[in-house]
């Protein structure tokens, strides 16, 4: 495909209402992101990362500057038609199967039922759930409902995948299995990801390159390349190159956190 995948330009969002001074949520955002690449953002609570994503993927207007999907401004392209969405917290419709909740974003994209319901199935076998299509939410693990809230974004066979702290409500073992789980399905999938966490770890384990956002109104402060090489493996979590960027990254965010007002913002 050649360029980048996501340029944004000096991007930036503010809240405008009449009886307020603009709320800034971010500013000055210039990011370009490769074809192929894993990219995680990291920063403390209330920056802006939600809100990035919902500007990217056009849930939101932007304020100012640029979003462009394959060198193509994002007005032309219908950007909510070539990202994926995997939200922060719940998001499956409790009354819909597994199967049903993957159509859901299949569903007014003229596909017919059938096909929609095999290119479902085919996303449940790849995010392991095959055998679980007639199960509701509720008879779900936290895990398995996150891999159908995953299949679902995958799909739409999008251009960009975006991930909002998706294994934030999932134990740590559940968490670090689907980190690897995550890990193979891009492999497969060769998708361009944009991923919001707040775990260090998790960003580095999982990205070519970490952004870290500075506290509100969120603009990037620095990024760092990780280099690690891939496949990665839970291993390289006590790999000494893993250990300094952890570091180095966490007091970064700490200092960000502490300019925002201390602990109780993160
Ligand atoms: N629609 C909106 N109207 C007004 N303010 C908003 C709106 N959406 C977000 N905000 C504000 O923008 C700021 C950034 O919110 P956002 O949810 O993007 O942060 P975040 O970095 O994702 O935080 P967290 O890490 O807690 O998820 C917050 O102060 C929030 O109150
Ligand atoms: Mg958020």
């Keep these: 495909m050649g360029g980048p995948a996501l340029v944004l330009r000096n991007l930036n969002k503010a809240i405008t209402r009449p009886d ?18 894993f990219v995680s953002i990291v920063g403390p609570s209330g920056c802006g990362k939600t809100t990035l994503l919902r500007v990217i993927n056009g849930l939101m207007p932007h304020s100012g500057g640029e979003i462009l999907i394959d060198g193509r401004s994002a007005h032309e392209v219908d950007n909510e038609l ?24 299949l569903e007014g994209r003229n596909n017919n039922a059938k096909e929609a319901e095999r290119t479902a199935q085919k996303f449940l ?19 398995m409902q996150q891999r159908v809230n995953l299949a679902r974004a995958l799909a739409v066979d999008p251009r960009i995948l975006l991930m909002d702290e998706p294994f934030a409500a999932l134990d740590a073992q559940t968490r670090n299995f689907m980190q690897l789980e995550l890990l193979r399905i891009w492999r497969e999938t060769k998708k361009t990801v944009i991923f919001v966490t707040h775990m260090i770890a998790e960003a ?50 700490e200092e960000e956190v502490n300019a925002s007002g201390g602990f109780s913002q993160m």
């Design 20 to 37: 307020r001074d603009p709320f800034i949520i971010f500013r000055d955002i210039n990011l370009s992101v490769s074809d192929g690449e």
């Design 82 to 105: 070539v990202m994926g969405f995997v939200f922060q917290g719940a998001s499956l419709l409790p009354w819909r199967t597994s199967l049903k909740n993957v159509v859901l974003g």
């Design 125 to 143: 076998d790849l995010v392991g759930l095959s055998g679980f299509e007639t199960h509701y939410p509720h008879e779900l693990s936290g895990g």
């Design 204 to 253: 580095i384990l999982l990205s070519d390159r970490v952004i870290v956002f500075s506290h509100r109104p969120g603009s990037i402060r620095s990024e760092v390349n990780v280099p690690l090489p891939r496949p990665r493996t839970m291993e390289m979590k006590s790999d000494p190159r893993f250990l300094e960027l952890e570091h180095v990254l966490w007091k970064q965010i």
